[in-house]
């Protein structure tokens, strides 16, 4: 039984609608093909692409079983998701560039590089309001669903979601007035203890940031919105995913201007001194791009996903 089990936990990848089907069958093929042996690592990843796979199709991420009012909806929790990552590259940069105004640029080049700041920030702000926009847009029906006792269904993404955002709250408020105790030179690499703890800090909020997610997507897909909301919802997708361009168009431009022209403040940023040092490629810059392509690509493929839910469902 005991046996059985281990083979069963290899398949919590799938969603609990697929394995109530399927996983009694499975963890019995697996049980008789390696037995006490030990499962290879290739099956082991074989079985976490493809349980994932089956959850985005379930969700409605990818592929066409659902219908086109649930495929806009899925597009736009998946712009959803690209926006989390967002909000962790978010809060590196931020960091990274905490007093950057002290780094040694002026004319032109000051002009620039702070209206580029000016525009990352700006448009994170407006996103933030997007996302706000459509936490309202949806609280009615979230309300009926709790007012109907439907509340239980939903009942552990909501707790950690709110454990998470506690966690992100209290850590970056200690973050904060720890900061505010140290200077310049002791937040930007001379106390190395403060970068250590600030990348903790980074790898929990990020953390943090997917079970939020995670419990946005879990909540709304068990909402009954009306096909209005949802148009509404997948407007605003499209919007942040526009706004999610500009933001890393407009932190790369930043990047690649401070590289040239402050080295030494790049070179001195959170991040440096942990595994390496450097004024071009600084590490926390780097996690930042990279979290901002990669909610970008999620971004595009949920929006591609609204606009061709929208054209079969004009169809129909």
């Known amino acids: 039984m005991n046996r059985f089990n281990r083979f069963e936990r290899m398949l ?5 609608h697929w394995r109530s089907k399927y996983a009694e069958g499975m963890a019995a093929l697996l049980e008789d093909t390696y037995g006490t042996g030990r499962v290879p690592i290739k099956v082991r990843l074989s079985l976490v692409k493809t349980g994932s796979l089956e959850r985005a199709r379930e969700v ?11 495929r806009e909806r899925a597009g736009s ?12 590259a ?20 000051r002009t620039l590089i702070t209206s580029l700041y000016d525009v990352v920030q700006w448009s994170g702000a407006a996103g933030v309001l997007v996302v706000l926009g459509a936490a309202i847009l949806v609280l009615p029906s979230l309300l009926r ?13 909501l707790l950690g979601a709110l454990v998470a955002g506690a966690i992100i709250a209290v850590s970056t408020a200690a973050i904060v007035i720890w900061a505010h105790f140290l200077s310049y030179r002791e937040r930007n690499g001379t106390l190395a203890v403060y970068g250590y ?18 419990a ?35 932190m790369l431009a930043w990047w690649s201007i401070e590289s040239v022209h402050a080295p030494v403040f790049m070179r001195n940023g959170i991040g440096n001194g942990l595994f390496y040092t450097s004024s071009e490629f600084p590490l926390a810059l780097i996690a930042a791009a990279l979290l901002m392509s990669a909610g970008l690509c ?15 469902g004009a169809y129909e």
Not at 12 to 16: L, V
Not at 77 to 88: D, K, N, R, S, T
Not at 145 to 157: A, C, E, F, H, S
Not at 298 to 312: E, K
């Open 145 to 157: 669903m709790l007012r109907g006792g439907d509340w239980i269904t939903v009942r552990r993404p």
């Open 77 to 88: 929790l998946l712009v959803l998701c690209g926006w989390g990552a967002f909000m962790i």
């Open 216 to 250: 946005a997507v879990s909540v709304a897909r068990r909402l009954d919105l009306p096909r209005r909301s949802v148009q509404w919802l997948s407007t605003m997708a499209v919007v942040l995913t526009s706004l999610m361009f500009v933001i890393l168009a407009a």
């Open 90 to 109: 978010g809060a590196i940069f931020a960091k990274f560039t905490d007093n950057w105004g002290a780094s040694q640029l002026g004319g032109a080049n």
């Open 197 to 214: 703890v600030v990348g903790a800090w980074s790898l929990m909020v990020s953390v943090a940031v997917g079970v939020v997610a995670s």
């Open 298 to 312: 999620a971004a595009i493929g949920g929006t591609v996903r609204v606009v061709r839910a929208r054209r079969d």
């Open 12 to 16: 919590h990848w799938y969603p609990p």
């Open 60 to 70: 409605g991420f990818i592929g066409s079983a659902t219908s086109p009012h649930e």
